[in-house]
C-alpha cells in the first residue's frame, strides 16, 4: 500500500521560507513521478511542480518558477518543495502525489495515482 505523508506545512510571513517533505513508502518508486499540487479555499488544486524519481528532472508552474525547488533523497524516499520569496496568493494545502508514469509533461491532477493528506501553508503579508 502506498502511502504518501506531507509535513513542514504551517505560518511564515511574506517574503519568507519553508521546506515541504514528502515521505513515501509502500513500494520502490524508482520508475515513477512525484507531484506537487496545492488548493486554495475556494479554488481547483493546482500544479506547483513534478521530479521524476529516476533522474531528478523536475519542471514547475510559472506561478512558482524561479522560488520553489523540488529535490528528492533516494536513500530516504522522500521529495521535498524548498519554497522561497512566499506571497500570500501562496497560501493554500499543499498535496504530494505520485504518478505510476514518470513522463515527465504530466501536470493534470488525473495522472496521479496516489496521494497525500496535505499540510497548510499561510503566507501573511
Known amino acids: 500500500q502506498v502511502q504518501l505523508v506531507e509535513s513542514g506545512g504551517g505560518l511564515v510571513q511574506a517574503g519568507g521560507s519553508l521546506r515541504l517533505s514528502c515521505a513515501a513508502s509502500?513500494?520502490?518508486?524508482?520508475?515513477?513521478?512525484m507531484g506537487w499540487f496545492r488548493q486554495a479555499p475556494g479554488k481547483e488544486r493546482e500544479f506547483v511542480g513534478r521530479i521524476r524519481w529516476s533522474d531528478g528532472r523536475t519542471i514547475y508552474a510559472d506561478s512558482v518558477k524561479g522560488r520553489f525547488t523540488i529535490s528528492r533523497d533516494i536513500a530516504k524516499n522522500t521529495v521535498y518543495l524548498q519554497m522561497n520569496s512566499l506571497k500570500p496568493k501562496d497560501t493554500a494545502v499543499y498535496y504530494c502525489?505520485?504518478?505510476?508514469?514518470?513522463?515527465?509533461?504530466?501536470?493534470?491532477?488525473?495522472?496521479?495515482?496516489?496521494w497525500g493528506q496535505g499540510t497548510q501553508v499561510t503566507v501573511s503579508s
Open positions: 502525489a505520485a504518478d505510476r508514469t514518470d513522463w515527465i509533461l504530466r501536470t493534470s491532477s488525473g495522472d496521479y495515482d496516489y
Open positions: 509502500g513500494r520502490t518508486f524508482s520508475s515513477y513521478a
